[in-house]
């Protein structure tokens, strides 16, 4: 794979995971996703990352196409999560002589993840540190918390690329030709979302270093446009800024009432101009759930109430949002309660356990089904978030 106008030195030998169903056991992947490593091939030959131990035989297959009969020098370990790691332990057994290159927290994980100790063999990195491999040099940038506490990236100066861990990653297909914003989107807020203080400082190393690629741990190699727009994308979702304007409407509904209501207020605010989202929460993708409520500049939760709180899946929602560190959004409320309505409450409860969240009013009670009074409620609600967002 080339990467600048002349013939690249970097190889790509990751994988293609088509058949995985759920990532990190939580996260489904319809599309599957890749389990990216490198290679750069120089006077000395470095290995940037392995893989996931479920592809590990077509991941050796690849890599010693591409060493071509050559032994590498160095194994560079960005981030230990497993996915990333899992073929760290065989790679030295096949090749003892390769030097191991992480930093000070990267080893100690890789003892206990292994059990083996390398004693001998590993090459610690700090912040600024370079590798020369003869015409390429790596340097090294600490990334912790991204998502890991380990986690560092390295930039390749010569031919100006940012291997960048699992940072600007994406879930599905590893094809350049595909989308990249959503699965990127929904990848981020989910994994990463809850570090967005981190990514700020990470981005701040990154300023002012050419980046003609971007090569994640997931999804496909970035290139021209794509890492303006990712980098973009990356600061508003660290900043916890909306994309757009436009209003998530989430709906937690158990016999159908509160998801009419939800669909009806989403056609209110749709009839106003306002871009409209309606989502129901206990058959949908919740993590997709996530990525839109990082994506629009308001959100509407509708439950039912349940158990003296609200229904399991608006709890569960509200739980991930605040466990991703949302803020800064505009909500407005809507429950639904046959004899004490209880949704609202527990709503606003965990609301306030959340930053800058803005609550409109008026907040909607309906009584089991939509009536002429609750209708006229929405309507305000409707108002106030289109004034709002």
């Known amino acids: 794979m080339n990467f600048s106008s002349g013939a690249s030195a970097i190889r790509c030998v990751g994988c293609y995971d088509a058949d995985l169903d759920l990532f990190e056991c939580q996260y489904t992947v ?7 490593s490198y290679v750069i091939l120089d006077d000395k030959i470095a290995v940037l990352d392995t893989i996931d131990p479920r592809k590990s035989e077509e991941w050796m297959t690849n890599l010693e196409e591409a060493l071509a009969g050559r032994k590498p020098d160095y194994l560079i370990i960005h981030h230990m999560e497993p996915d990333h790691s899992g073929n760290v332990a065989r790679l030295a057994r096949c090749y003892p002589e390769m030097k191991l290159v992480g930093n000070a927290k990267t080893f100690t994980m890789l003892t206990q993840f292994t059990g083996e100790d390398y004693a ?3 090459m610690m990195v700090k912040e600024g540190d370079t590798l020369g491999l003869g015409s390429h ?8 918390m991204v998502h890991w506490p380990e986690v560092m ?3 390749e100066q010569t031919e100006k690329v940012l291997f960048s861990a699992d940072g600007f990653g994406r879930f599905g297909n590893p094809d350049r030709s595909l ?9 981020y807020t989910n994994i990463v979302g809850k570090y967005g203080t981190q990514v700020q400082a990470l981005l701040k190393k990154l300023f002012g270093l050419e980046l003609r690629a971007i090569c994640p741990l997931h999804g496909p190699v970035l290139t021209g446009e794509r890492i303006s727009r990712a980098v973009e994308l990356y600061d508003l979702w660290s900043r916890y800024e909306p994309e757009e304007r436009g209003v998530l409407v989430a709906f937690a509904s158990i016999h159908g009432h509160t998801a009419q209501a939800a669909w009806e207020l989403g056609e209110m605010l749709n009839k106003a101009g306002v871009k409209v989202q309606v989502f129901d929460l206990a058959r949908q993708d919740w993590a997709e759930a996530v990525a839109q409520a990082f994506r629009y500049s308001g959100m509407v939760l509708a439950a039912s109430s349940y158990d003296a ?8 929602f509200l739980y991930r949002l605040k466990m991703k560190s949302l803020r800064n959004r505009v909500v407005g409320l809507v429950e639904n309660g046959s004899w004490g309505p209880t949704a609202l409450k527990t709503m606003q409860e965990a609301l306030a356990e959340m930053r800058d969240m803005t609550v409109v009013e008026p907040a909607v009670t309906i009584r089991s089904a939509l009536n002429a009074d609750s209708r006229a409620q929405m309507e305000q609600l409707a108002a106030s978030m289109v004034q709002a967002v």
């Open 153 to 155: 990236v390295s930039y």
């Open 309 to 316: 709180g609200v229904f399991t899946p608006m709890a569960q």
């Open 120 to 122: 001998g063999r590993t």
């Open 30 to 36: 319809p599309d599957g996703i890749s389990y990216n």
């Open 137 to 144: 040099t790596l340097q090294f940038f600490m990334a912790p």
């Open 179 to 187: 989308p990249w914003d959503d699965e990127a989107r929904r990848y």
